[in-house]
């Protein structure tokens, strides 16, 4: 059975590929604060109704502001048989210390 793997800031940038979902969990208000390029908003509260616009065949890795709430998102998407599920490290604010964030409008 999959399980919820953990993934780095710089292993996140490295990503070679095109098949990575990228799905910031962060309220409204926080995304307007900035996000990391490619990323789908889906809010927290809303994953599980929305689960359907995701592809459970391909690598996705969830983010919030510091790791915690997007660790519940990667636990409940590889419960609900997603393969290869990343959870951020330090979300948002470990990546903002070594990359720039993107307007929410241009991600």
């Known amino acids: ?4 793997r953990e993934i780095t800031p710089e292993e996140l ?13 962060r ?4 995304v307007q604060r900035g996000v990391i390029p490619g990323m789908v ?3 927290m509260h809303l ?6 616009e995701l592809d459970p065949g391909r690598p996705v890795v969830v983010y919030c502001a ?8 990667g636990h409940y998407l590889v419960q609900n048989g997603f393969g290869e599920v990343y959870n951020l490290i330090g979300g948002i604010q470990d990546w903002a210390q070594q990359y720039p964030l ?6």
């Open 102 to 107: 993107t307007a929410p409008q241009e991600a």
């Open 47 to 52: 994953v599980p109704v929305r689960t359907e």
């Open 13 to 25: 940038k490295g990503w070679s590929g095109g098949s990575l979902q990228l799905i910031d969990v």
């Open 66 to 73: 510091s790791g915690a709430r997007s660790a519940q998102v």
């Open 41 to 43: 908003h889906i809010p």
């Open 27 to 30: 309220n409204d208000g926080e």
């Open 1 to 4: 059975m999959a399980s919820l």
